[in-house]
C-alpha cells in the first residue's frame, strides 16, 4: 500500500517575498482550527468533535505550535489566509 502524506498540508498563499514553510496539520488539528476560525469554543469544539475538553486544548496547543501562534485570534487571522475561512451562507437564512 503506498505511503500518504500528511491528513492536512497547508501552504501559505504565494507572495512577492519569501514563502512560509508548509504546515503540517493532522486531520484533528485542522478540524479544531477550522472551527475556532468560525468562532466556537472549546466547549463548542468539544461538543461538535465528539472530543473531550482536554483533548480539544491538547490539539489547539500543537495546532498553535505547528503555525506558530500563541493566541486565539493570531490563530483565526492565519487560519483565514491559510483556507480555512468559513463558507459564506453557511446556514444562514436569506429571507
Known amino acids: ?3 500518504t502524506a500528511p491528513a492536512a498540508t497547508r ?3 504565494p507572495t512577492d517575498g519569501p514563502a512560509e514553510p508548509t504546515v503540517a496539520l493532522s486531520a484533528r488539528e485542522a478540524q479544531v482550527i477550522g472551527l475556532i476560525v468560525q468562532g466556537l469554543s472549546n466547549s463548542e469544539i468539544a461538543t461538535a468533535a465528539f472530543l473531550s475538553i ?6 489547539i496547543r500543537t495546532a498553535y505550535r505547528k503555525i506558530g501562534v500563541t493566541r486565539r485570534a493570531q490563530a483565526v ?3 483565514m489566509t491559510h ?3 468559513p463558507d459564506q451562507g453557511n ?4 429571507d
Open 1 to 3: 500500500m503506498p505511503e
Open 91 to 94: 446556514g444562514a437564512r436569506s
Open 11 to 13: 501552504t501559505s498563499a
Open 83 to 85: 483556507g480555512f475561512a
Open 77 to 79: 487571522v492565519w487560519g
Open 54 to 59: 482536554n483533548s480539544v486544548k491538547t490539539y
